[in-house]
């Protein structure tokens, strides 16, 4: 497990047990005609794809979580081979499915960090809570996201205990923002899990679970295509 993964779920246990709650944003289709404009440049980018690992809830205390991280050690290790070149063509793929629509579009050079973004406060309904304005100078006044958070497998747990076998996982948010207005006009989250068809535990190279982590990157790749109807 990486520090990171520990920091997430440390920072989750703590939202939950001083019950705040986070703003939900509702899932926003992309109208048709939104992107059809003359006018139009959509600046394409995506956040730096996470390396696979293994995403471990449940496990909420430090021991729990040291426990539960030693127990999947040895799949981690394996996990950290598997290739994402797939999710990191998704810029260049999803800029080509753009132009193909007749929109102008541009594959933006490096990732977002979105967690460096500056706040933004509104009470308007599918404002981002984060400015996006700096992207405009890069010559564009939309812009499409594709961050990742999750990459590789997914487990959780009942304090030491397993309540399930690990599945892979490929998780994040696709969406557009408009940079004039810094509001939603497409957004999509994606959650794309799905457990072995053979026997997981199979170590050293897990061939069911690993077969399973291409078929959802594959089929959450498919989805968020989908997502981009003009």
């Not at 933006?108 to 979105?114: K, P, Q």
């Not at 989250?189 to 291409?214: C, H, M, Q, V």
Request: glycine residues 6%; proline residues 5%.
């Amino acid at each position: 497990m990486t520090n990171k993964s520990v920091l997430i779920v440390l920072a989750f246990t703590s939202i939950m047990l001083g019950g705040c709650a986070a703003k939900i944003q509702p899932h926003v289709a992309l109208d048709g005609n939104a992107l059809k404009n003359s006018e139009t440049r959509v600046g394409v980018i995506t956040s730096t794809i996470p390396e696979p690992e293994t995403t471990i809830t449940g496990a909420s205390c430090l021991l729990c979580y040291a426990v539960a991280s030693a127990a999947n050690s040895s799949l981690d290790k394996h996990l950290k081979t598997i290739p994402i070149d797939d999710i990191k063509n998704l810029k260049t793929e999803l800029t080509q499915i753009l132009m193909d629509k007749g929109v102008d579009a541009v594959a933006l050079a490096g990732d977002i960090d979105v967690s460096k973004l500056k706040k933004k406060k509104s009470k308007e309904l599918n404002v981002a809570p984060k400015d996006y304005s700096s992207y405009k100078q890069d010559g564009v006044n939309y812009l499409l996201v594709i961050d990742v958070t999750e990459v590789g497998a997914y487990r959780n747990y009942s304090s030491y205990v397993p309540t399930m076998d690990p599945v892979a996982t490929f998780t994040g948010i696709a969406y557009i923002i408009d940079l004039e207005t810094n509001k939603y006009v497409l957004y999509k989250p994606f959650n794309n899990r799905k457990a072995s068809d053979l026997e997981w535990d199979e170590p050293p190279t897990f061939p069911g679970l690993t077969n399973s982590i291409y078929e959802v990157i594959a089929t959450g790749k498919d989805a968020i295509k989908s997502n981009i109807k003009l």
